[in-house]
T-cell receptor
Framework: DTAVSQTPKYLVTQMGNDKSIKCEQN?????MYWYKQDSKKFLKIMFS???????INETVPNRFSPKSPDKAHLNLHINSLELGDSAVYFC?????????????FGSGTRLTVV | GIQVEQSPPDLILQEGANSTLRCNFS?????LQWFHQNPWGQLINLFY???GTKQNGRLSATTVATERYSLLYISSSQTTDSGVYFC????????FGAGTTVTVRA
């Protein structure tokens, strides 16, 4: 039973399109995150939510909009996709803000913008 | 923000060899976590280790929080250990190092 699941696993789309990535966790965690891994494998936080409230928004273009309908779900919507948005996007969760007993990551969504 | 430096950036090992990966961080942190990203891209938790030493099979980790570093030991390496090892420090969000790419040759 997957703890943090993301869909889709792969996403290929054209510049200018709008796309969404969905994330769900069944760990009962209060906090969820989106991380971006660039082509050099560097991982950087984008957003975090705690109990559906936005906690961290790291200098991310406003074309990226996270939405948390409940504390088990955190979706990422991206408008007007650009070539530079190509990356692997990871969803993660933790029991509380600040990690608690650690973070659990989803398997990633590889986004390719052509 | 907190700076996280990992060394070495790349490591090539012969199967059966032992190795040590290092993670230095620039400020006090709540916690520290080690991950392995396998060749399929999956991030796997290895250790949640704010301080002290933990062991899990052939892997062990030590964090000396007062001196702001952590070490990951791989003993008797196997080809399945190949991948990128990340250290991440937790200051209400994870800040990652650039990773150590480990290649284990048969």
């Amino acid at each position: 039973d997957t703890a943090v699941s993301q869909t889709p696993k792969y996403l290929v789309t054209q510049m200018g399109n709008d796309k969404s990535i969905k994330c769900e966790q069944n760990l009962g965690h209060d906090t969820m995150y989106w991380y971006k891994q660039d082509s050099k494998k560097f991982l950087k936080i984008m957003f975090s939510y705690n109990n559906k409230e936005l906690i961290i928004n790291e200098t991310v273009p406003n074309r990226f909009s996270p939405k948390s309908p409940d504390k088990a779900h955190l979706n990422l919507h991206i408008n007007s996709l650009e070539l530079g948005d190509s990356a692997v996007y990871f969803c993660a969760s933790s029991q509380e803000i600040g990690g608690g007993q650690g973070y659990t990551f989803g398997s990633g969504t590889r986004l390719t913008v052509v | 923000g907190i700076q996280v430096e990992q060394s070495p950036p790349d490591l090539i090992l012969q199967e059966g060899a032992n190795s040590t990966l290092r993670c230095n961080f620039s400020d006090s942190v709540n916690n520290l976590q080690w991950f392995h990203q396998n060749p399929w891209g999956q991030l796997i938790n290895l250790f949640y280790i704010p301080s002290g030493t933990k062991q899990n099979g052939r892997l062990s980790a030590t964090t000396v929080a007062t001196e702001r570093y952590s070490l990951l030991y791989i003993s008797s390496s196997q080809t399945t250990d190949s991948g990128v090892y990340f250290c991440a420090v937790d200051d209400y969000k994870l800040s990652f190092g650039a990773g150590t790419t480990v290649t284990v040759r048969a």
